[in-house]
């Protein structure tokens, strides 16, 4: 459990900084669960498979796509505009 604890500090602490550091701007930051993000395709929704870490592919086409990438397209259309 303390390395849980340890190796999640920095990321912990980060979120803190860019909670207070929006708060001062006026900024609304919204937490989402990132459940499933990076292995639901952006196109189509169904569930893909990693190939690696990093990457990600789907039966609908897309393949060889950057897992992160792929993450932040499925949360990018509820959190943008």
Request: proline content about 2%; glycine content about 8%; some cysteine.
């Amino acid at each position: 459990k303390m390395n849980w604890i340890l190796s999640n500090w920095s990321f912990f602490q980060s979120q803190g900084f860019i909670q207070y550091k929006a708060e001062r701007k006026g900024i609304v930051v919204d937490r989402v669960k990132p459940n499933y993000t990076s292995q639901i395709c952006h196109r189509c929704g169904q569930l893909g498979s990693r190939l690696s870490q990093g990457c990600f592919s789907c039966h609908c086409g897309l393949s060889s796509y950057s897992a992160d990438l792929n993450a932040a397209r499925n949360l990018a259309p509820s959190h943008v505009g």
